[in-house]
C-alpha cells in the first residue's frame, strides 16, 4: 500500500534556481492536491486538480506551477526559487472532493 | 484573513485526563469539518469528521463536537494517552467541496 508518495524528501535549493517535487497516487483518486506548511502557519493550499488535464489555483499559487497529464502523477514546480519558497510540501489526493484526503509523508525545501 | 482559527498554539495534558481542542471558523456556509493529526516528519492523517448536520460524533476516544450557532467545534480525546502528542489540525470543507481549508494547528503534549 504505496498510497501517496513524494519526492525528493529533503532538497537544498539556490536562489533562481527551479525544480519540480514529484508526486504520485496509486489510489486512483481524481482529486490532488498541494499545500505548503510555514511553521506556525498551517497548511496552505497552492494548487489542486480535480481530475487528469484540470487545474486550479489554491490561496498561495504565485511562483509554482502544476500539470495533471495523468490520474496517478501530480507535479510541482518552482521556478526561479525564492526564500520564501523554503517550506515543508505535502501532497495530498481524495476519492471524494474535500473528504478523506490522503497526504504524502511531504518535502522539506529550502531555498538559500 | 484566516477563514478557520485555532487560538490556542499548545495544549499539555496529563495521560488519563481531558484534551479539549478547539477550533472556530467564520463562514457559516461551511457545511463539512475534520480533524486531523500530524506527527512530526509525517503527512497529516484523518482523524474524524462531522457533518453540519451533526452536533456531534465519537470514534473511540475522539469526539467531536459541533456549534453551529457559534460557528464552533471541538475535539475531545478521553483518556489522553502519551501516544497523541502530535501536532492536530481543524479543517473545513470549502464552500465548492473542492478542498480543504486548514487551521494553524495545536501542538497537543500528553505526559505520563
Known amino acids: 500500500n504505496a498510497g501517496v508518495t513524494q519526492t525528493p524528501k529533503f532538497h537544498i535549493l539556490k536562489i533562481g534556481q527551479s525544480m519540480t517535487l514529484q508526486c504520485t497516487q496509486d489510489?486512483?483518486?481524481?482529486?490532488m492536491y498541494w499545500y505548503r506548511q510555514d511553521p506556525g502557519m498551517g497548511l496552505k493550499l497552492i494548487y489542486y486538480s480535480v481530475g487528469a488535464g484540470i487545474t486550479d489555483k489554491g490561496e498561495v499559487p504565485n511562483g509554482y506551477n502544476v500539470s495533471r497529464s495523468t490520474t496517478e502523477d501530480f507535479p510541482l514546480r518552482l521556478e526561479l526559487a525564492a526564500p520564501s519558497q523554503t517550506s515543508v510540501y505535502f501532497c495530498?489526493?481524495?476519492?471524494?472532493?474535500?473528504?478523506?484526503?490522503?497526504f504524502g509523508s511531504g518535502t522539506r525545501l529550502t531555498v538559500v | 484573513d484566516q477563514q478557520v482559527k485555532q487560538n490556542s498554539p499548545s495544549l499539555s495534558v496529563q495521560e488519563g485526563r481531558i484534551s479539549i481542542l478547539n477550533c472556530d471558523y467564520t463562514n457559516s456556509m461551511f457545511d463539512y469539518f475534520l480533524w486531523y493529526k500530524k506527527y512530526p516528519a509525517e503527512g497529516p492523517t484523518f482523524l474524524i469528521s462531522i457533518s453540519s448536520i451533526k452536533d456531534k460524533n465519537e470514534d473511540g476516544r475522539f469526539t467531536v463536537f459541533l456549534n453551529k450557532s457559534a460557528k464552533h467545534l471541538s475535539l475531545h480525546i478521553v483518556p489522553s494517552q502519551p501516544g497523541d502528542s502530535a501536532v492536530y489540525f481543524c479543517a473545513v470543507s470549502n464552500q465548492a467541496g473542492t478542498a480543504l481549508i486548514f487551521g494553524k494547528g495545536t501542538t497537543l503534549s500528553v505526559s505520563s
Open positions: 489510489m486512483n483518486h481524481n482529486y
Open positions: 495530498a489526493s481524495s476519492q471524494g472532493g474535500a473528504y478523506g484526503y490522503t
